[in-house]
């Protein structure tokens, strides 16, 4: 049903798998911060103070992407998100007593896992309240849009089109269908449709032109003297 989450084993597990992914990197990014703002200048309180401003600013952030749809407040939300996991960056990669690949590594590693597991267990999430969201729906074609009940469908407009012609003793082409019903590339396949389904074959052949009438037809009727 849209807009319930659907709690399947599997996103019960993803779920607290990104629980302790969260915890694990809101530790490390505690130490790492206080230590970083140490280093640089803050006093004991505020380096204290620093790493839980940023914690709590992704825990938010956090929240209000699962929450929200598609839109402004989304984007607000991930601005938030990114913003706070560059502070965790930094606070990690600064605290590093030697600034080695693998310490940057090792030091980089908690606020970029969180990323990956939130933006993860967001897609599972929205797949969860919205099924249909992962299956394919079939697409209306471009030449023909939908439109209202008293307005005639292109594939109709053809159609009436074709019999009038067909009347007159004549066969459309695709591309004149095309223009009739102001469609492209449309039309050729409306008629092999149509050819297919056998609907053309229920008219018949067309009768001749009158301009192919023989005048030997037109004496034998006692038109011509």
Same mark, same amino acid.
């Given at each position: 049903m849209t807009g319930a989450n659907?709690?399947?084993?599997?996103?019960?597990?993803?779920?607290?798998?990104t629980a302790l992914v969260a915890?694990?990197?809101?530790?490390?990014?505690?130490?790492?911060?206080?230590?970083?703002?140490?280093?640089?200048?803050? /006093?004991?309180?505020?380096?204290?103070?620093?790493p839980l401003i940023v914690d709590g600013l992704l825990t938010i952030a956090t929240v209000e992407l699962w929450r929200t749809g598609h839109g402004t407040g989304r984007r607000v939300a991930w601005l938030a998100f990114g913003f706070g996991i560059c502070l965790s960056?930094?606070?990690?990669?600064?605290?590093?007593?030697?600034?080695?690949?693998?310490?940057?590594?090792?030091?980089?590693?908690?606020?970029?896992?969180?990323?990956?597991?939130?933006?993860?267990?967001?897609?599972?999430?929205?797949r969860s309240r919205d099924p249909g969201e992962t299956t394919e729906t079939p697409s209306i074609p471009a @030449? @023909?849009?939908?439109? /209202?009940?008293?307005?005639?469908?292109?594939?109709?407009?053809?159609?009436?089109?074709?019999l009038g012609e067909h009347a007159r003793?004549?066969?459309?082409?695709?591309?004149?269908? /095309?223009?009739i019903a102001e469609t492209s590339n449309?039309?050729?396949?409306?008629l092999r449709t149509w050819k297919a389904t056998g609907r053309l074959d229920d008219l018949g052949n067309p009768p001749p032109p009158r301009s192919l009438v023989s005048v030997g037809d037109l004496t034998s009727d006692g038109d011509v003297s």
């Open positions: 659907r709690w399947t084993p599997g996103l019960v597990v993803q779920c607290a798998c915890l694990g990197a809101a530790y490390a990014s505690y130490r790492h911060g206080r230590v970083f703002a140490l280093r640089f200048g803050s /006093d004991v309180t505020t380096a204290a103070i620093w960056l930094c606070g990690n990669i600064g605290s590093a007593e030697h600034h080695t690949v693998f310490s940057v590594i090792v030091a980089a590693s908690p606020p970029l896992a969180l990323l990956l597991a939130v933006e993860l267990l967001n897609r599972s999430l929205r @030449e @023909e849009p939908v439109s /209202d009940a008293t307005e005639p469908t292109a594939e109709q407009r053809m159609w009436e089109h074709y003793g004549r066969i459309p082409s695709g591309a004149e269908l /095309d223009r449309y039309g050729r396949r409306v």
